[in-house]
Nanobody, 119 residues
Framework: QVQLVESGGGLVQAGDSLRLSCTGT????????MGWFRQAPGKVRDFVAA????????KYADSVKGRFTISRDNAKNTVYLQMNSLKPEDTAVYYCTAGPTPEYVADHWGQGTQVTVSS
């Protein structure tokens, strides 16, 4: 059984930075890719970023390229999302995910953490 627990969300102002963390448990996480999705009010859930097991391959949505950075610490079973230059349109619930590859990283989901960016 895989469990993913996000933390680090909160209320910030436009231009601020925030770092989300996600710690996973479960044997199937070994060699798993991990990622982040987000869902804004009234919108569909969108892909944000993903990273492979070794950390040498990442993917980003166009809307966050150059502002967000995904990284991981396998010794801690933790993946991070560093979010810089936040915009009000980044306001959403952010979900941590895990799967076999960065291209398919949505097998397992966390409960989500709220990020609110005020203008």
């Amino acid at each position: 059984q895989v469990q993913l627990v996000e933390s680090g969300g909160g209320l910030v102002q436009a231009g601020d930075s925030l770092r989300l963390s996600c710690t996973g448990t479960g044997r199937t996480l070994s060699s798993a890719a991990m990622g982040w999705f987000r869902q804004a009010p009234g919108k569909v859930r969108d892909f944000v970023a993903a990273i492979n097991w070794t950390g040498n391959r990442t993917k980003y949505a166009d809307s966050v390229k150059g502002r967000f950075t995904i990284s991981r610490d396998n010794a801690k079973n933790t993946v991070y999302l560093q979010m810089n230059s936040l915009k009000p349109e980044d306001t959403a619930v952010y979900y941590c995910t895990a799967g076999p590859t960065p291209e398919y990283v949505a097998d397992h989901w966390g409960q989500g953490t709220q990020v609110t960016v005020s203008s």
